[in-house]
């Protein structure tokens, strides 16, 4: 069988288990689903998982929420200013409140609440002006709530998510030797979508400043190549 979406893995996993798809398709869902947390906590920092957008900040706002999807940054700049934003933890980031009202482009950020279902993210100084900034960040991978939905993963590994709710299915039913022998499908294959991912070249890096550009202390970057003649 094709696997293209959320249906066609349900419909596999009702074959390989010999059962009828719309008489459980809340238990293969909440099997899918379990299976895309374990892989996001697998691989979080995949580059399938990668992500960015521009946020304009107002004049006099330091505090801003971020998406919910939201997971970890990789970095904020303020590509106007050509500026590369730096992260405090909030305590070093709180020893500024004295100046919490101090005004200009922001140079340094926080996090806060992260893992809640609204982080936040703040500025010092709070902007001076309306300012667009670039962040470039790790999102969640997001759960599916109809099979009509396609899993954030690469295609190749939605064998990924047949294969959990297989386990799955065989453990209900106390077949638990058979289950183990899926569960350790599972476990090589999501190893080596690890490992795949880990060797994965995603092309090369965009310039979002030039302080960014300079920073770099590595000189097989074909971008900066082209500027030194190497």
Same mark, same amino acid.
């Given at each position: 069988?094709?696997?293209?979406?959320?249906?066609?893995?349900?419909?596999?996993?009702?074959?390989?288990?010999?059962?009828?798809?719309?008489?459980?398709?809340?238990?293969?869902?909440?099997?899918?689903?379990?299976?895309?947390?374990?892989?996001?906590?697998?691989? *979080?920092?995949? *580059?399938?998982?990668?992500?960015?957008?521009?946020?304009?900040?107002? $004049?006099?706002?330091?505090?801003?929420?971020? $998406?919910?999807?939201f997971s970890k940054m990789n970095s904020v700049t303020l590509p106007a200013a050509d500026i590369t934003l730096t992260y405090l933890e909030p305590?070093?980031?709180?020893?500024?409140?004295?100046?919490?009202?101090?005004?200009?482009?922001?140079?340094?950020?926080?996090?806060?609440?992260?893992?809640? *279902?609204?982080?936040?993210?703040?500025?010092?100084?709070?902007?001076?002006?309306?300012?667009?900034?670039?962040?470039?960040?790790?999102?969640?991978?997001?759960?599916?709530?109809?099979?009509?939905?396609?899993?954030?993963?690469?295609?190749?590994?939605?064998?990924?998510?047949?294969?959990?709710?297989?386990?799955?299915?065989?453990?209900?039913?106390?077949?638990?030797?058979?289950?183990?022998?899926?569960?350790?499908?599972?476990?090589?294959?999501?190893?080596?979508?690890?490992?795949?991912?880990?060797?994965?070249?995603?092309?090369? $890096?965009?310039?979002?400043?030039?302080?960014?550009?300079?920073?770099?202390?590595?000189?097989?970057?074909?971008?900066?190549?082209?500027?030194?003649?190497?």
């Amino acid at each position: 069988m094709f696997i293209s979406s959320s249906g066609t893995i349900a419909e596999e996993i009702a074959r390989r288990l010999n059962e009828v798809s719309a008489d459980n398709e809340d238990a293969y869902k909440g099997w899918i689903n379990l299976g895309l947390r374990d892989i996001g906590n697998t691989v *979080p920092n995949a *580059p399938f998982l990668q992500t960015s957008a521009d946020v304009t900040l107002s $004049s006099g706002t330091r505090i801003y929420n971020l $998406s919910a999807t939201f997971s970890k940054m990789n970095s904020v700049t303020l590509p106007a200013a050509d500026i590369t934003l730096t992260y405090l933890e909030p305590e070093q980031f709180d020893i500024l409140q004295p100046s919490a009202t101090e005004g200009g482009n922001p140079t340094i950020y926080t996090l806060r609440g992260i893992g809640n *279902p609204l982080p936040t993210i703040e500025y010092y100084p709070q902007p001076g002006s309306a300012v667009t900034m670039h962040f470039n960040f790790q999102k969640v991978l997001t759960t599916i709530s109809a099979f009509s939905a396609i899993p954030e993963l690469p295609e190749r590994y939605f064998e990924l998510l047949v294969l959990y709710g297989e386990s799955r299915g065989l453990r209900r039913r106390g077949l638990r030797g058979d289950a183990a022998q899926v569960e350790q499908e599972y476990e090589v294959l999501k190893e080596k979508m690890r490992q795949d991912l880990l060797s994965q070249t995603t092309g090369m $890096s965009r310039i979002k400043n030039g302080r960014e550009f300079a920073g770099r202390n590595y000189y097989s970057d074909p971008i900066r190549n082209i500027f030194n003649n190497d």
